[in-house]
């Protein structure tokens, strides 16, 4: 099935750094959803955006909905032990005449304290 | 509830056996979809609903798979003669209309023996 590019597919760092991953894609979307999984649970919605260049953020986090609408990146600064799970980016493609999602593959982060 | 609920959260059966797996979305919420996650995979779209329609159904992997939707609320999705490349971890979300993020249940773990 179709899904989104997303990178780095895994990442260790080190308690109070800033990690940054991003989803690309040839497509064009109308939303981008950024949400974490923990193991054994559902994905959580972080972060909803839904207009090109829009900058929101949630905490620490802050995403971004990129000006060409191909691509989002979510950034979170001073990182924690409890920010390890995995994190996906969801698109919603436009004229598409559907309104199902494509989810990124996944990036996995693991906070070393 | 005040979640999306799923049950069973763990189902074991034969090859073979007909399985089905049920959805409770959040109350008021017309659009429902399912995914479907493999071990340390992204998840893959199954079907969406919006009401008790299937505008989507694109995703479901062979004619073995099909889901219904009644009253508007609760989903089943049925796998009928599984096989062991079902075994999979199968995850409900609903949102409040088709342009709304989705909000996730933790999922069915699927196990064919």
């Known amino acids: 099935g179709q899904q989104l590019n997303q990178s780095p597919q895994s990442m260790f760092i080190q308690e109070g750094e800033d990690v940054s991953m991003n989803c690309t894609s040839s497509?064009?979307?109308?939303?981008w959803l950024w949400y974490k999984q923990d193991p054994g649970e559902g994905p959580v919605l972080l972060i909803a955006?839904?207009?090109?260049?829009e900058l929101t953020s949630n905490g620490r986090l802050t995403a971004q909905f990129g000006i060409t609408r191909k691509d989002s990146f979510l950034n979170i600064s001073a990182s924690i032990p409890s920010d390890v799970g995995i994190y996906f980016c969801?698109?919603?493609?436009?004229?598409?005449?559907?309104?199902?999602?494509?989810f990124g593959t996944g990036t996995r982060l693991k906070v070393l304290a | 509830g005040a979640g999306v609920s799923q049950s069973p959260s763990n189902k074991v059966t034969e090859k073979g056996k007909d399985v089905e797996l049920r959805c409770d979305p959040i109350s008021g919420h017309t659009a429902l979809y399912w995914y479907r996650q493999s071990l340390g995979q992204g998840l893959e779209f199954l079907i969406y609903f919006q009401g008790n329609s299937a505008p989507d159904k694109s995703g479901l992997p062979s004619d073995r798979f099909s889901a219904e939707r009644t009253g508007g609320s609760v989903s089943t999705l049925t796998i009928q003669r599984t096989q062991q490349e079902d075994s999979a971890v199968y995850l409900c979300?609903?949102?409040?209309?088709?342009?709304?993020?989705?909000?996730f249940g933790d999922g069915t773990r699927l196990s064919i023996l």
């Open positions: 497509s064009i979307f109308n939303t």
């Open positions: 955006l839904y207009k090109a260049g």
């Open positions: 979300a609903s949102s409040s209309s088709i342009n709304q993020p989705q909000h």
């Open positions: 969801a698109g919603q493609l436009k004229g598409s005449g559907t309104y199902k999602y494509i």
